[in-house]
């Protein structure tokens, strides 16, 4: 093995996150690009580098008339060791439990004094919840790198809600090797309840430490609400906060330390590490003023030393102003890019912006006066700073778009969010209307993943009528099935090409779901007419998407299936989009079914799951096994039936999609009984009735039904499950008929039909 290769490629967070994501499973660099939040090219790169090097194992499989490679951990565990010839690293197969990716953007702790009592508190603290609160620039966040190098960083931005910083903790928790908060956020899943309690169970299992800075900036009730919740009953890992202003969680499980300005001797220890020398008095003069305020300090020492004269009133102001006008314009300059941005800027985008050949000398100097901070390979200014530049120099809207157009090249959705916050500040109709495109392109599953993050963006675009199109998805994807007509139906005159048959599209998904089947084909005559306008494979999937839809809730299976097989065909010439390849599988699989035809309807199960196993794509692995219990179950292999479903019923418990875990007990309650095993079909039951007295999910209540078939199987009496089944499924007696159907397939109902609802009811 190359050991300088190998180290280099070590030496990369990235190539560690992936290593350390591939050991949950095999993935293709699609999804792995997902759960990163990367671009997929750059992981294909990293991914053959790391092959190369006999770190990970790519193979081929089979996915329909196609091959696509996949990859898995083939090492577990390096050795180096320094020979008389050289140093050698060597590979072990042994486990390995642990992963070196320390988190993002711990912050560069370059000049440290002082503060040795917070230290030594925080070092000893058994506390779950750590807050350090205090008022900016005091040092909240240095003294939590300094104390916590080996932490999960997150800083908030102001833009995020709790979802979007629960996404990056469960992408790191599933690189320590705990993927289930990931997989159910992926789900789209986003109970509150259930979040906290896989947060919690994925810090608890991997003794995590996670720092979420400037948490006063996030506005999200429901992140308070988690750290009370973690407060009370971690005992393992530790999140530590730094806030200006002190949270209200309570005392059990929390240390709060309120940071204050350094003590005089500590504020002299500053002094020197700056390389500045004062007289006692003048010290002292200094340090009364300055209240031992850190940023003030800095600015203090980097000022004062020309001037000679101090100003007590508006002292920041005047210590800025001092040290501002000393500046040369290159320096100005830098102040005004970085200012223009509320987040960190990469060296990569700067060299961009501010021009190749000066970034680095000018940055090193503004760094070395205090002006500008750093974290990792980013840039960024403190808000005080920040203040300050925009009183004394406007910032060039320019770099707004530049920055835009370097973010978008990333391809990856938390660029693609932030290109978009940046694009709606420059005011430029044109750049939104590019970027919803791409979003319906590239980033499909932003409005499932980040839905509040998104919508915060687009409700900052105003008017926009291509953010106003986009608000409508949001609005759709969570049940507001009116407001998101409504919104389309006002915007979609102003819009064109692929924007307008996206509205149409959107229109008779709507119209469908609003049971309202004649607007529904108005609204797909007029798509299908701009399919063949435009000509767009994408706007050919929609079309078809939708033809499949209203097919099926026509009953006309035939016209269903072979919509469905336009969707597959559409799909496979745009490339891109396996889980929704898979998704269709299933989808003409249960078309399949209704049609009779079991064994057609296996194959195409068995195809989605393939995919899915290729692709990495857990939730829709086990949406597959329910799909082939059922199918088995029809085919009265009710051992099958029961194996399937029970892997199902596993998975969905561990991610609390209570949903689909009702679903796959359904399944393997009958099934159960189909191998007479009443008792079984009983502790299936009171499962699912468990989950509809908390969720009051509807299929859940027919779990009592199967417990009176179960009952009855025993030769126990039955009619109080069976008046309770009726009860709550009084405003669903389609649904109840249909629990009904399903479970006369393996026993016989007649001792059951007197509770069924006649047609009347």
Not at 24 to 46: C, K, M, N, Q, Y
Not at 501 to 526: G, W
Request: hydrophobic share 40%.
């Amino acid at each position: 093995m190359d050991f300088r290769s190998l180290m280099k490629a070590l030496s990369s967070e990235v190539n560690l996150e992936i290593l350390a994501v591939l050991r949950t499973g095999a993935f293709h660099p699609r999804e792995l690009a997902r759960i990163l939040g990367r671009d997929e090219s750059d992981v294909s790169r990293r991914l053959r580098q790391l092959e190369r090097l006999g770190l990970v194992e790519g193979r081929w499989e089979r996915d329909g008339e196609r091959n696509v490679r996949v990859y898995s951990l083939k090492v577990e565990e390096i050795k180096i060791s320094f020979e008389p010839e050289g140093i050698k690293a060597n590979i072990d197969s042994r486990p390995f439990y642990e992963t070196s990716k320390v988190g993002d953007d711990v912050p560069e702790v370059d000049t440290f004094v002082g503060r040795r009592e917070e230290i030594e508190l925080l070092r000893k603290c058994s506390e779950g919840v750590v807050v350090i609160y205090g008022v900016a620039g005091v040092g909240k966040t240095l003294l939590a790198a300094k104390a916590f190098p080996d932490s999960f960083w997150y800083r908030v931005s102001g833009v995020e809600d709790f979802e979007y910083i629960a996404w990056h903790m469960g992408r790191f928790l599933n690189s320590r090797g705990y993927g289930l908060l990931l997989d159910y956020m992926r789900s789209g899943q986003r109970e509150e309840r259930e979040v906290f309690e896989l947060i919690l169970e994925g810090i608890e299992r991997t003794s995590s430490v996670i720092v979420l800075d400037d948490v006063h900036k996030c506005q999200d009730e429901r992140l308070e609400r988690l750290l009370t919740f973690l407060a009370e009953r971690m005992k393992r890992g530790k999140i530590v906060v730094t806030t200006r202003v002190k949270p209200n969680l309570g005392t059990r499980g929390v240390l709060y330390i309120h940071l204050k300005g350094l003590k005089p001797e500590e504020a002299y220890e500053l002094a020197l590490a700056k390389g500045v020398k004062m007289d006692v008095g003048r010290f002292a003069e200094v340090y009364h003023l300055t209240a031992g305020h850190p940023l003030m300090l800095n600015l203090t020492l980097e000022g004062l030393s020309r001037e000679g004269r101090i100003v007590k009133d508006n002292l920041f102001e005047f210590l800025f102003a001092e040290v501002y006008s000393a500046l040369s314009s290159e320096e100005k300059e830098m102040l005004s890019l970085l200012a223009t941005f509320d987040d960190p800027v990469e060296y990569e985008a700067i060299k961009r912006l501010y021009g190749e050949k000066r970034a680095f000398s000018v940055l090193y100097s503004l760094l070395r006066k205090g002006l500008v901070e750093r974290h990792e390979e980013s840039y960024y200014l403190h808000e005080l700073i920040r203040s300050m530049v925009g009183r004394f120099s406007k910032p060039n809207p320019k770099y707004l778009l530049m920055y835009t157009d370097y973010l978008l090249e990333k391809n990856d959705p938390a660029s693609f969010l932030k290109a978009f916050k940046y694009a709606v500040r420059s005011g430029e109709k044109d750049r939104i209307k590019l970027l919803t495109e791409i979003r319906l392109r590239r980033f499909k599953w932003v409005v499932n993943d980040f839905p509040n993050v998104y919508m915060k963006l687009l409700m900052e675009a105003g008017d926009n009528p291509y953010a106003k199109n986009e608000i409508g998805h949001i609005h759709f994807q969570r049940g507001f099935f009116e407001r998101a007509r409504k919104i389309w139906m006002e915007v979609k005159d102003e819009l064109d090409g692929i924007h307008l048959a996206d509205a149409m599209s959107s229109l008779a998904d709507v119209c469908m779901e609003l049971e309202d089947m004649e607007c529904a084909e108005r609204y797909l005559t007029r798509l299908e007419e701009l399919m063949k306008e435009l000509k767009d494979p994408e706007v050919r999937l929609w079309y078809y998407v939708e033809r499949t839809k209203y097919e099926f809730y026509r009953e006309n299976l035939e016209g269903a299936l072979e919509s469905a097989f336009e969707e597959l065909k559409t799909l496979r010439d745009l490339e891109g989009f396996p889980e929704l390849e898979a998704i269709v599988r299933l989808h003409i699989g249960d078309i399949y079914l209704g049609m009779g035809e079991v064994e057609k309807a296996l194959s195409y199960y068995d195809e989605a799951l393939r995919i899915a196993e290729n692709y990495g794509l857990t939730f829709i692995k086990f949406l597959a096994y329910i799909e082939l219990g059922k199918a088995h179950y029809y085919f009265k292999n009710y051992p099958k039936a029961v194996e399937f479903e029970s892997m199902a019923v596993e998975y969905f418990r561990e991610i609390r999609n209570y949903r689909h875990l009702v679903e796959a007990l359904g399944y393997r309650a009958v099934a159960y009984l189909g191998l007479q095993r009443p008792s079984k079909t009983l502790e299936d039951g009171v499962a699912m009735i468990k989950i509809g007295q908390a969720t009051n999910y509807p299929l859940s209540w027919g779990g009592y039904v199967f417990m009176a078939a179960a009952k009855a199987m025993l030769g126990e009496p039955f009619e109080e499950y069976l008046t309770l089944a009726k009860k709550h499924l009084s405003d669903n007696p389609y649904l109840y008929s249909a629990i009904i159907e399903e479970l006369s397939r393996v026993f016989d109902v007649t001792k059951l039909q007197q509770g069924a609802f006649s047609e009347r009811a």
